[in-house]
Every structure is written in C-alpha cells, then in structure tokens.
C-alpha cells in the first residue's frame, strides 16, 4: 500500500510513515472523513461518530448539561468543545445583567456549566465572541477533514472547510459532551457541479438560493451535499461559508466543498490553525481528503452560474425564490406539490401571483446572521452603501457577526460608512436572524434580510415577512425602500 | 398524562389528530422566543404557538375533539429548518408519543428518536386518508405498532415504515444513545490516538 511520509512535528529528523487517509477509502471526502471517525458499529444498523469539534451555545446546551449531570456524568473531552454567546445577546448595550432577565439567565447558565466543566467560553468583550458559526473558522478551529457538531441546524457553514459538519439537537449535545461521539447514519453524497463563473453583482448567497430553489426544500434530506465545480473553486472561505451554511435549508443536513489552496491560505496563521512543521504535514493531508477524481456519488445536478441572477425569496420557505427579473409564480407554473404552500404564500406575504418582486415594498433591513455577517459581506454591502443613504422610512441596521468582524470592519471605515448612509451600527450576535434578542419586526413589517430563513413568524412577529437576499441587495434595497437589482446601482453608482 | 417514554417503545395507542402541510418547520413548532428557558418544562403550553393564536381557538391543538390525542399526523417534510430539540420536547409535553407522516425532516426525526418518539412514514395518499379518518371521527382510536408497522384503527390498517436501525432502537429500548456511547470510550480513546489533526497530523 503505498505511503506518505510526514516528517514528526516533535523531532523532525525522525520520519514518520502515515498512511495517507486517501489510500485507506478511495471515495469521496464524505466518505473517508466518516470513515476516519468511525468509532464503531451500534446495535440497531447506526455508526458511533466521533466528533473532532464540538461547538456550544446558550440556547441548545443548558438542558444538554443538566441531562448529563441527571445521568451522573461529566464532559468526556473539554478541550474539544468550545462556547461562545449569540442567540440571545442584545446588539445594543451588551452591558451586564442583560435587560431581559430570561437572557440573562441563559447567558449565566453557560458560563456557569463551561466553567464547571472546563470548556472555553468566548464570552462577550474576550474579543472572540460572535456568532458561533463566525467564530468558529475565524479562530481556525474549523479544518479540513474534521467532524463537526453543534446544537444548530447551521453547523453546516462548517463543511466549507471540507468537514462533515451537521447540526444535532439538545439529546446530542448531551452524548456530545458525555462520549464526544454520537450515533449517526450515513448520508448519501450529491454533487452539486457549478459550471462556469457568477456574473458580476452576484453572490454565493444568490447561487445557494437558486440551488434551493431548483432542488427544494426537502430535496437534499438524505444526502450531503457536495459543491464543486469552476464556480465554487473560485470562491473565497467566506462565500464557500455562505453556500455550505444554507444546505439545511435545501434539507442537506450538511454540505461541503472539497479543501484546496483557498482554504489553505485562509487558515494558515489562525490561532488553532498548525503551524511549524505541523503545517506542512496538514497541508499533505488535508489534500488527501478531497474527493478523489474518479470517486462515484450517489447523485449529481449540473448548473450553470453564468445564468444565475441576484436571487430574493418571495414567500415562506427558502426555496421559494425567484430571479430579480422575475414574477411572483402562479400556481399553474408550479409542481402540484408546491401549491398549497405557494397559496399560503400568497395570503401570508401578501403578494399575488404576477407581482414582479423587483420593488415589492420594505420595512427593515437586515445585515448580519452566520449567512452573511462576515467582513467580506460588510464590504460587500459597504461598497453600495458608500455614497447613499438609507430610503425615508426604512429601518436599517448592520449586525457583525463576531467582535473579529466588528473590529475589523471599524478599522476599515465601514462602521462609518453604513452610519453616514443611515445604517445602524450594532455589537455581534444571531439578531434579526431569528429574534430572540430585542431586535426582532414588528407587526406586519416586510423585511430584506441576508440571513437564511423566511419561515412564518422567524423574524419575531408572528406575522411579520422576510424577503432572503444578499447584504448588497439588502443594502439595494434600504436605499430605494424596495427590492432593487443591485447591478442597476453598481452601474450608476452615486458620486 | 401519561408518562414520557421510557425504555421499550413498540406500540403507541390512543386517539389522533392532524397538522397539515408540507415543510411545517420548527419555528412554527415552537417559536424562537420559547427557547428562552433553561429547561423544557413549559413548551407543551407553547406548541404552535403562533399559527394557534391566528386561528383563535380552531388550531387541531386546541380542538377539545383532539385533547387526549397521542398520535400526530402530518404531510411531507415535517420539522424542517431549526435544530431546536424544543420542537419534539413542546409536541411530546403536549402529549404526542408517535409522529406518522409522509416524511420528516432528518435531524427532528433523530431529537424524536432522542426522546422515544417514532416518527413512521406513510405515503402521501395513505397520509391524506388517515388525515380524513381523524377529522371525521376525533375519537377513534389508533395503534401504532412497530413490529407489525402499521397503524391501525378498529376499521382500518395501513402499512407504515421507519428504517430499520431506529425501529430497532425503538424497539429494544435503546433509544437513548449515552449508555452505548459510552460504552465504547475505549474505542473513542483509541481513535483520539489515530486522528491526525490531535495528533499534530503525525501518527505516533
């Protein structure tokens, strides 16, 4: 069998043969990195998965720590579990105690189980709080080959790396913490192949919702799923994130993308990223896990990015999406399976069939969310923003998604820019994503959101609307006071 | 009420009712702002929330018909979107101890299988009659039944599937997954010991 040779990071005179995992299950990335973390084979047909990075919040643990402590147990491995705050955090004062009391419970409840249990809390003002799917690859705790867990449907942003990342409920985070394994079942892998490049003034948010609304919301149960193709090895990590954070939404219970030179480059020089000779040797071996050229998949869709255009949802799934130039569906252009909750669309957003959604009315704009509330989305939306100004009426603010991004995106000036067009400037949390923090509509408020769900009720008012879209049309949006394609204004731009 | 699941799971029995609608998702189930609470106990009041305050009293969760119900019938994709265990904790404090549907959304379906809670696929025509059968009669009663895989009334019996690795689950009582788990620390230890990336990407 053939062999790599790494040289031992302790003593690197001494060579030390590693069988490259690529040799030990020729196959897909999917498929070697499972097999790298199978533990063992459980009664009842499922696999017992160990998982190499688990990540924790306030709202999906509290009741995981107090079933491990109702069974006598303690965290099995502290040291591969990391915290951090974001669901609940107000965006304004972030001063303590939180003005509402439930928060603030929740908040000291985490605090106190990490710090009984060992785990690092990146508590607000440490400097690496955010949302944990921001924080996560910033720190570069989020690598290559890796198995990834977190009580949050998103965990799947991880798979941007080439890890299997998937989101587990409250019953898994506690046999997280009690055996850092779970018992899981394999998916089956579905190639996602993008041919060609997206045009100008268009995003990973709009191909990822154009994927889901070719393939639908329950298309991807049962499978991960795997971006590739021209169009996705062009993208930066923080577009790759986008794309892998909303395979969920498309029922994909995780996606990813197979490691190259992009991910490489972003890791190296993070604080958990190997460095030294570690580095090398990581590098060889995050290479052997991609997806060998001649692996077979269990299913494959091609696409073309070239016709893909900025992309907004119009109704209450995010696979009801529809082309900027494009009209609210009639029933009769929709699969019959698609039409009760195309009706119900209809009455819930009030918008009938025939409507073009370019200049469909808004309320509130929202940037931020583990979708797009990364620097690169901030500048994205700044790089509109810059020169304009927010429409009379439109409420409109920016949410970053970690205090890293925050930081930075102050030391460029962008926290300027949104303010002098009439955005506010806002601390880092989830925020309007799902509003269990103040922020949340009121009422029958529309709002254009660049975060991940449109479902009835998510924004915090149980009848208000979500229109999903990218931070530049968000920001296209907030200045005309309706949905506009952003390449109109980048072609015109403001002087 | 009865008693949360505990050990075997093999039949469920008691009267039905019916939520319909594909991609019902768990925002819906319980809304985000039930999630601030430290514990589950007070989701059951909190099932539906919302879609239950715009229907104003018709919502089949407040139905007096359907009170004592058990079984909960649903269509296509049922607990899509958030990961939030509080969905099947809310529906299971309610008083749900079965699911049936056409098809469920996987990581719900895994938090109900957590709990001890089968959620068994039907297909869409079968779905849509049992759904008739409930509405019409509120008070008929139902058993679902993991060996034979049906669901069944005194009138009617339709062929139900779960795959086999959680009905076995179910089944033998194995559901709660942390006793197996730990079972293989051993094994666990000696994987850490293999991983490259903790072992400096170098095998000792």
């Given at each position: 069998m053939p062999s790599t040779i790494y040289a031992c990071a302790f003593c690197p005179s001494r060579k030390v043969i590693v069988i490259a995992a690529a040799l030990l299950s020729s196959g897909t990335l999917y498929d070697k990195v499972w097999d790298l973390h199978r533990v063992a084979d459980l009664p009842g047909g499922s696999t017992q998965l160990f998982v190499g990075l688990h990540l924790v919040h306030e709202v999906t643990s509290p009741q995981a720590f107090s079933g491990l402590r109702d069974k006598g147990l303690t965290v099995a491995c502290p040291e591969r579990t990391v915290a951090t705050v974001d669901h609940i955090v107000p965006t304004t004062s972030q001063a303590r105690p939180f003005a509402d009391p439930l928060a603030e419970e929740m908040l000291s409840t985490l605090e106190r189980n990490c710090a009984e249990s060992g785990i690092a809390l990146n508590g607000i003002g440490t400097g690496r709080q955010g949302i944990v799917h921001v924080i996560a690859p910033e720190l570069g705790l989020s690598q290559p080959g890796m198995t990834v867990a977190c009580g949050d449907s998103h965990t799947s942003t991880h798979g941007a790396f080439g890890a299997i990342a998937f989101?587990?409920?409250?019953?898994?985070?506690?046999?997280?913490?009690?055996?850092?394994?779970?018992?899981?079942?394999?998916?089956?892998?579905?190639?996602?192949?993008?041919?060609?490049?997206?045009?100008?003034?268009?995003?990973?948010?709009?191909?990822?919702?154009?994927?889901?609304?070719?393939?639908?919301?329950?298309?991807?149960?049962?499978?991960?799923?795997?971006?590739?193709?021209?169009?996705?090895?062009?993208?930066?990590?923080?577009?790759?994130?986008?794309?892998?954070?909303?395979?969920?939404?498309?029922?994909?219970?995780?996606?990813?993308?197979?490691?190259?030179?992009?991910?490489?480059?972003?890791?190296?020089?993070?604080?958990?990223?190997?460095?030294?000779?570690?580095?090398?040797?990581?590098?060889?071996?995050?290479?052997?896990?991609?997806?060998?050229?001649?692996?077979?998949?269990?299913?494959?869709?091609?696409?073309?990015?070239?016709?893909?255009?900025?992309?907004?949802?119009?109704?209450?799934?995010?696979?009801?999406?529809?082309?900027?130039?494009?009209?609210?569906?009639?029933?009769?252009?929709?699969?019959?399976?698609?039409?009760?909750?195309?009706?119900?669309?209809?009455?819930?957003?009030?918008?009938?069939?025939?409507?073009p959604i370019a200049g469909v009315p808004i309320d509130v704009c929202f940037i931020g969310s583990c979708t797009n509330g990364r620097l690169s989305d901030l500048r994205a939306a700044a790089a509109v923003a810059r020169g304009r100004h927010v429409a009379t009426g439109v409420k409109a603010f920016v949410v970053p998604g970690s205090e890293q991004v925050a930081r930075a995106a102050e030391a460029e000036g962008l926290d300027q820019v949104f303010c002098a067009a009439g955005f506010e400037w806002r601390e880092p949390g989830c925020s309007m994503c799902l509003a269990m923090n103040p922020d949340r509509l009121e009422g029958r408020q529309i709002s254009a959101s660049s975060s991940n769900r449109n479902f009835k009720g998510r924004q915090g008012s149980a009848n208000g609307r979500t229109l999903l879209m990218s931070p530049a049309m968000v920001v296209a949006a907030a200045v005309h006071g309706r949905v506009t394609d952003v390449r109109t204004l980048a072609l015109h731009p403001a002087s | 009420m009865f008693a949360f699941p505990n050990g075997v799971v093999q039949k469920i029995s008691g009267t039905a009712l019916m939520i319909q609608g594909e991609d019902i998702d768990t925002d819906r189930i319980i809304p985000a702002r039930f999630l601030k609470c430290v514990s589950f106990d007070a989701l059951g009041d909190q099932v539906f929330a919302d879609d239950r305050l715009e229907l104003a009293g018709d919502h089949p969760f407040d139905q007096e018909r359907f009170k004592d119900a058990s079984i909960l019938i649903v269509n296509g994709n049922f607990g899509c979107g958030s990961s939030r265990e509080?969905?099947?904790?809310?529906?299971?404090?309610?008083?749900?101890?079965?699911?049936?549907?056409?098809?469920?959304?996987?990581?719900?379906?895994?938090?109900?299988?957590?709990?001890?809670?089968?959620?068994?696929?039907?297909?869409?025509?079968?779905?849509?009659?049992?759904?008739?059968?409930?509405?019409?009669?509120?008070?008929?009663?139902?058993?679902l039944d993991l060996e034979g895989m049906t669901l069944a009334s005194d009138q009617e019996r339709w062929d139900v599937t779960i795959d086999a690795g959680p009905r076995d689950m179910l089944r033998s009582g194995r559901w709660d997954a942390t006793s197996q788990l730990l079972d293989n620390s051993s094994k666990v230890e000696g994987l850490m010991n293999r991983l490259p990336y903790l072992n400096n990407f170098a095998t000792r």
């Open positions: 989101g587990i409920g409250t019953s898994q985070v506690r046999d997280v913490l009690a055996s850092q394994s779970l018992a899981m079942n394999k998916l089956k892998v579905r190639r996602i192949l993008v041919n060609g490049h997206l045009s100008a003034g268009v995003s990973a948010k709009d191909l990822i919702l154009h994927v889901i609304r070719t393939l639908g919301v329950k298309g991807g149960v049962g499978y991960a799923y795997e971006f590739s193709g021209s169009a996705i090895e062009a993208l930066s990590m923080e577009e790759r994130m986008t794309l892998c954070n909303m395979a969920i939404e498309g029922g994909a219970r995780c996606g990813y993308v197979n490691p190259d030179q992009i991910t490489f480059d972003y890791l190296k020089g993070r604080p958990h990223a190997p460095c030294g000779a570690a580095w090398d040797a990581a590098v060889d071996w995050w290479r052997s896990l991609a997806t060998d050229t001649k692996a077979v998949v269990d299913d494959e869709v091609v696409f073309d990015a070239t016709v893909i255009a900025p992309t907004v949802t119009w109704g209450i799934t995010p696979g009801q999406g529809l082309g900027i130039d494009e009209c609210v569906p009639s029933l009769t252009m929709l699969n019959p399976g698609e039409r009760p909750i195309a009706t119900e669309a209809y009455r819930y957003m009030d918008l009938q069939p025939g409507t | 509080h969905a099947p904790q809310a529906l299971m404090r309610w008083g749900i101890r079965a699911v049936v549907g056409v098809s469920f959304a996987e990581i719900f379906f895994g938090n109900c299988l957590a709990l001890g809670i089968p959620c068994a696929s039907a297909l869409p025509d079968q779905i849509l009659a049992i759904q008739a059968a409930v509405n019409g009669d509120a008070t008929r009663h139902w058993a």
